[in-house]
């Protein structure tokens, strides 16, 4: 585990076309088998000074050790074109290929570089002014965190804490990395993951014990003798997980891939392992999801929206059946989800997930 302080992970950088493809949801999926504890720091509305609204755009990627061209359009991705949020929370997987040298040898920051670059330069191209607050990459997992100009006054103890939960149980090929802040009086925790992959049967005990480790060892350093830096991911305030979470869907390779064509996303949910393991108290007990009304995410043939088995006289291809390995969760009160969707970018064999949320802030009067 390494927890990172300010100086370490606060970037300031200079002030690409990806079409989405988006669903109006239509409710919230709970994984409510137990509710919070109203008495804990999630929950403490009724001592606000004042309540102030901010918006969110949170999205996860797996880019599949694509980097990025200089030419990559990240407006649609970022929604430049059509409105400013408050803050943007971006969460990547394989930003470079997770091969022995990459998980073993030093990370290749120049392709985080490379993201930040053009994300900041996305943002900040119509005369608005956002900050890198945080950014962080081990091996493939990169998270960076941007926030808007007016808001940086009121942002204190920023922190990163890494988990690496991969090859000999510590390696960082499979793990996340978390990113905790306070914004007036309300903190944050975002957790960038990339789980345990596999489609045999028990892979997803694999995930389950990622996803368990992640919540239980991730740790932040207490900056100060009060309450406002909570040094554990469910101490926060505001607590929100996105990432290639790798679940599967739990049925026949042929019948999944006959109910995505028919757009029985219903029924091939009943069999989404994430929630059918928050169901019966796993990991994600207790988290809460937008209702999913797009097509599984994964595994797609590069730059083609064909998924990965369809192309008739490909030989000794590993089958994949489609599923909806990348997610964004989150826990508590205070968040209200306005859309869940996904990007239809063909950039790698994963399409983007993205989620705009409305988050309640403590602040004084």
């Known amino acids: 585990m390494a927890t990172i302080s300010l100086s370490y992970i606060c970037t300031l950088l200079p002030p690409v076309h990806v079409p989405f493809s988006s669903a109006m949801v239509s409710g919230v999926h709970h994984f409510h088998l137990s509710q919070p504890d109203p008495s804990s720091s999630r929950t403490r509305s009724d001592h606000m000074d004042t309540t102030k609204l901010l918006r969110l755009l949170v999205s996860t990627w797996n880019v599949g050790g694509v980097q990025p061209s200089r030419e990559l359009d990240l407006d649609d991705w970022l929604q430049t074109k059509e409105t400013s949020y408050d803050i943007y929370v971006l969460g990547f997987q394989e ?3 997770l091969s022995a040298k990459n998980v073993i ?3 290749k920051s120049s392709v985080a570089t490379r993201w930040n670059s053009l994300i900041g330069s996305t943002l900040n191209r119509r005369n608005q002014c ?14 960076s965190v941007w926030v808007r100009d007016d808001l ?7 922190s990163v804490s890494s988990i690496g939960c991969g090859i000999m149980g510590f390696l960082g090929n499979k793990g996340s990395v978390s990113v905790r802040f306070l914004l007036h009086k309300t903190s944050f925790c975002f957790i960038c993951c990339h789980l345990a992959s596999g489609g045999r049967r028990g892979d997803e005990m694999q995930r389950k014990s990622h996803a368990m480790e992640i919540l239980s060892r991730t740790s932040f350093t207490k900056t100060c003798s009060s309450t406002s830096s909570p040094q554990k991911i469910l101490d926060h305030d505001r607590v929100i997980l996105l990432g290639d979470l790798n679940y599967r869907i739990s049925l026949p390779e042929s019948e999944t891939r006959l109910l995505v064509q028919q757009k029985e996303w219903n029924v091939l949910l009943e069999k989404d392992q994430l929630r059918t393991e928050a169901a019966a108290g796993g990991a994600f007990e207790g988290w809460q999801e937008g209702n999913i009304l797009f097509s599984p995410t994964y595994k797609y043939y590069p ?21 909806w390995c990348d997610r964004i969760l989150w826990y508590g009160k205070g968040v209200k989800l306005n859309r ?7 950039l790698s064999d994963h399409r983007a997930v993205r989620a705009i949320l409305t988050v309640e802030v403590e602040s004084t009067k």
């Open 152 to 158: 940086i006054q009121h942002l204190r103890h920023p």
């Open 105 to 107: 040898g030093p990370e």
């Open 303 to 323: 730059n083609s929206d064909e998924y990965y088995g369809c192309v008739h006289g490909k030989k000794h291809e590993k089958r994949r059946a489609p599923a």
């Open 340 to 346: 869940y969707e996904r990007c239809e970018a063909r």
């Open 130 to 143: 956002f900050h890198c607050i945080a950014s962080k990459q081990m091996v493939g997992i990169l998270v």
């Open 95 to 97: 930003i470079v290929p």
